[in-house]
């Protein structure tokens, strides 16, 4: 199948993100919210990201408005009928994620992939609640969607060759650097970076150095472009936790467990730049 209609579920970062990387690259989008409110948010949110891209000269007027005309909203999950790829993208939890797989498999048509953008939980279990286990794995992008270049292309047991070669292709298409991986706790990237995150809050806990000392050093010292606690309120505490805590669940490395400072943090409400309180405060 040619893919050449991408549906897109979630109305968050990740969400928008992953529909102007498409659309930017000549596919036809669909972008379904459980709200009209959320959905027109998001377009509008897709419209101001362009416009900075405008404004630097990286894109012009008119295609800024050829991308916005690929976007479509919905709120349906019918909508998404006739896309040949659909890529979920909802909250990091299979007790959601594997009742929309079956709901899903009943709407869209037949022959078309069901994908999820998980960073870490298992995709053979979204796939098992299809009819269609041959046609479904995981695209994960990573945040933000249109700057990153990797996407983790993720093979459970149970998805055809033909499958993963399409969705590999389109993300090839799309201007990334796709790898396949086995479908397993944390793929590539979150299984080893989750350790050093977690290890970089266990070291502030016990008073080794302070957060800007800790993120300094690892700028200053490995050459990241952010210290952990940047990174961590980016990607945001609860996702942190959630990943750390599904790791540990698979592996029973004690390098997973979350250091309580995370789980405390979470309880308290301060998940990073979204709240605008995590190891920072974003609203100075």
Same mark, same amino acid.
């Given at each position: 199948?040619?893919?050449?209609?991408?549906?897109?579920?979630?109305?968050?970062?990740?969400?928008?993100?992953?529909?102007?990387?498409?659309? %930017?690259?000549?596919?036809?989008?669909?972008?379904?919210?459980?709200?009209?409110?959320? $959905?027109?948010?998001?377009?509008? =949110?897709?419209?101001?990201?362009?416009? &900075?891209?405008?404004?630097?000269?990286?894109? #012009?007027?008119?295609?800024?408005?050829?991308?916005?005309?690929?976007?479509? #909203?919905?709120?349906?999950?019918?909508?998404?009928?006739?896309?040949?790829?659909?890529?979920?993208?909802?909250?990091?939890?299979?007790?959601?994620?594997?009742?929309?797989?079956?709901?899903?498999? %009943?709407?869209?048509?037949?022959?078309?992939?069901?994908?999820? @953008?998980?960073?870490?939980?298992?995709?053979?279990?979204? $796939?098992?609640?299809?009819?269609?286990?041959?046609?479904?794995?995981?695209?994960?992008?990573? @945040?933000?969607?249109?700057?990153?270049?990797?996407?983790?292309?993720? &093979?459970?047991?149970? $998805?055809?060759?033909?499958?993963?070669?399409?969705?590999? $292709?389109?993300?090839?298409?799309?201007?990334?650097?796709?790898?396949?991986?086995?479908?397993?706790?944390? !793929?590539?990237?979150?299984?080893?970076?989750?350790?050093?995150?977690?290890?970089?809050?266990?070291?502030?806990?016990?008073?080794?150095?302070?957060?800007?000392?800790?993120?300094?050093?690892?700028? =200053?010292?490995?050459? +990241?472009?952010?210290?952990? +606690?940047?990174?961590?309120?980016?990607?945001?505490?609860?996702?942190?936790?959630?990943?750390?805590?599904?790791?540990?669940?698979? !592996?029973?490395?004690?390098?997973?467990?979350?250091?309580?400072?995370?789980?405390?943090?979470?309880?308290?409400? &301060?998940?990073?730049?979204? #709240?605008?309180?995590? +190891?920072?405060?974003? @609203?100075?």
């Amino acid at each position: 199948m040619s893919i050449t209609r991408v549906g897109i579920i979630g109305s968050g970062i990740m969400g928008s993100g992953i529909a102007e990387v498409a659309a %930017a690259n000549g596919y036809e989008v669909v972008l379904r919210s459980r709200s009209q409110a959320t $959905a027109d948010a998001m377009k509008g =949110g897709l419209e101001k990201s362009l416009a &900075r891209q405008v404004e630097k000269g990286r894109r #012009t007027e008119e295609e800024k408005a050829e991308i916005l005309g690929r976007v479509t #909203t919905a709120t349906e999950l019918s909508a998404l009928a006739d896309c040949d790829l659909v890529i979920e993208s909802v909250v990091e939890d299979l007790d959601v994620k594997v009742p929309l797989f079956t709901e899903l498999d %009943a709407i869209v048509k037949e022959g078309a992939i069901i994908a999820t @953008n998980t960073s870490t939980l298992p995709v053979v279990e979204m $796939a098992v609640a299809t009819k269609r286990p041959d046609r479904v794995c995981g695209v994960h992008f990573f @945040n933000p969607a249109p700057a990153m270049a990797l996407v983790e292309i993720v &093979r459970p047991i149970t $998805a055809s060759d033909e499958t993963i070669d399409e969705v590999t $292709a389109f993300a090839a298409s799309c201007g990334k650097d796709p790898v396949e991986v086995k479908d397993q706790a944390g !793929f590539i990237v979150n299984a080893l970076l989750f350790p050093y995150l977690n290890n970089a809050i266990r070291l502030l806990e016990s008073g080794v150095a302070s957060r800007d000392g800790i993120d300094t050093a690892m700028k =200053g010292g490995c050459g +990241f472009p952010m210290g952990p +606690f940047a990174l961590l309120d980016l990607v945001g505490l609860d996702t942190s936790l959630a990943i750390l805590d599904a790791l540990h669940t698979e !592996f029973k490395d004690p390098n997973y467990a979350a250091v309580p400072l995370l789980r405390r943090m979470v309880a308290a409400g &301060r998940l990073g730049r979204k #709240t605008k309180h995590g +190891f920072y405060d974003y @609203n100075k």
